[in-house]
């Protein structure tokens, strides 16, 4: 029977260690932390979006970071097969918007339980609070690895320490040094999903409001790079929601690619009226609201905290009565609506993304079976390669793919 060691017990560790335990291994997991699944715990806000329904094509395409690398793992160990494997474990799952896929209980915590069941059922040894430190390689093949006060031994290694962002889970980088320690090449890290910083500060003024159905283009100097349509959130330092994270890859690419160069953003509130419709929308409610001050006639149109800011960037005076607008404040109005900018001071750091981008180089990973290329026997999977997918459940199920397929090589 081989024996297999897996290095970390997160989303890809549970999924490597249960494939690998279903073709034939003795499976040893050592997970650092207290527990398994720290950071399922918090994906999904807490629901866990365990995958997404879409076809394989699509999956590839919603993982911007090395997409292609993932064909393979994705054939072998589908959306569908992720499904499948929940439900037989006693997690039954359901379908929402976007193909978005969550367990019915809207409970992480039960994603972890069904891990649980099927490890104990797979007789899967899992050793908790074992940071690893080292890698043992003899004569070119990985043999073991070292805690702090314990060498484990095994026929097959399978890294999966996760990324380094929010390290608090337990995943702080560790599988980088590990791996680049044993002589692979780690592509530099930078954070993606990630909340943007903005220079200007009334931005605070902002803060807690969430818009729908708008536009966030990202221009870098002068010219557009990116746009995204749907939900955004202003926080105390910036821009975060579902189409802020998506676009915070590019301008993080930006920042490395383009030094010095100004990145910034613009919001289009009503992406859905051209300039004309706009001013005939704003013009009926100036009609409506004639004998009212400016201040008090843009409720209709515009969430009350965006007022004021709205006003300002307009450079009219908000007490001003709306007969009394002129055809020049009303166009500037308009402009501000459909071009709110800011400009991006940086994103978060990579601890703050949702996911890490950068990691072990896929070039030195076979990527129909996550073994290395450069060490026999040593395989890897999930956040730890240089790999990285968009909202909606891309990575857990890269997560998924990959420690199937390295736990199955591993295996056998
Ligand atoms: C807030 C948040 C929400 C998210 N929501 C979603 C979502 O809904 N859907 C989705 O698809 N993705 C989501 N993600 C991304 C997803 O969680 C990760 O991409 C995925 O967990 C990566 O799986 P992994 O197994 O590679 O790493 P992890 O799940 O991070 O697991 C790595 C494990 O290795 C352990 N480890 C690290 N170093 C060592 C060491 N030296 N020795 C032993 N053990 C070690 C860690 O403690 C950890 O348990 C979210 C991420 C965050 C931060």
């Known amino acids: ?60 395409k919603n993982m911007p970071g ?5 064909y393979s793992a994705f054939h072998a160990f589908s959306n569908l097969d992720s499904i499948e494997f929940f439900n037989q ?54 043999v073991g690895a070292a805690t702090m006060d314990a060498e484990y031994r095994a026929d097959a290694i399978i890294v999966t320490t996760g990324g380094a962002s929010y390290p608090g889970t337990g995943s702080s980088g560790d599988g980088y040094r590990l791996a680049e320690a044993i002589g692979h090449t780690i592509i530099p890290l930078k954070p993606s999903l990630v909340p943007l910083e903005v220079e200007e500060e009334w931005i605070t003024e902002l803060q807690g409001l969430s818009l729908k159905n708008v536009t966030a283009t990202i221009i870098c100097d002068g010219k557009k790079v990116a746009d ?56 009926r409610d100036f009609t409506k609201f004639a004998k009212k001050q400016l201040k008090n006639s843009l409720h209709e149109l515009l969430p009350s905290k965006l007022i004021p800011v709205v006003i300002d960037l307009s450079f009219i005076d908000a007490d001003k009565f709306v007969h009394q607008i002129t055809k020049e404040e009303r166009s500037r109005l308009l402009n501000v609506l459909q071009h709110l900018t800011f400009t991006i001071s940086q994103t978060r750091p990579v601890t703050d993304a949702i996911v890490t981008a950068g990691g072990v180089s896929t070039k030195e990973i076979d990527a129909r ?16 390669i240089d790999i990285d997918g968009y909202t909606g459940g891309f990575n857990l199920q890269a997560a998924f793919s990959t420690g199937y397929v390295a736990g199955k090589y591993a295996a056998t």
């Open 1 to 60: 029977m081989k024996q297999v060691l897996i290095i970390g017990g997160g989303a890809a560790g549970l999924m490597a260690a249960v494939s690998a335990a279903q073709h034939g291994a003795k499976v040893t997991i050592l997970e650092k932390m207290k527990g398994i699944g720290r950071k399922i715990l918090i994906t999904g806000k807490g629901r866990c979006n365990l995958t997404n329904s879409c076809d394989i094509s699509e999956l590839v």
């Open 66 to 70: 090395n997409g292609s690398f993932l």
């Open 89 to 142: 474990a006693g997690l039954p799952t359901k379908v929402e918007r976007g193909g978005r896929v969550f367990p019915v209980s809207d409970q992480a915590k039960d994603v972890i339980k069904a891990f649980a069941r099927q490890l104990a059922k797979l007789d899967v040894a899992v050793k908790l609070g074992q940071p690893v430190k080292k890698l043992i390689v003899e004569n070119g093949r990985a």
């Open 228 to 283: 995204e349509f749907g939900e955004l959130l202003f926080t105390h330092y910036g821009l975060s929601g579902p189409i802020i994270l998506s676009l915070s890859k590019k301008v993080a690419e930006l920042f490395v690619t383009t030094p010095g160069k100004e990145v910034t953003i613009e919001i289009n509130l009503k992406p859905a009226l051209s300039m004309e419709i706009l001013d005939k929308r704003l013009q």
């Open 369 to 384: 079976t996550m073994e290395s290329k450069v060490v026999n026997a040593l395989f890897f999977a999930g956040e730890v």
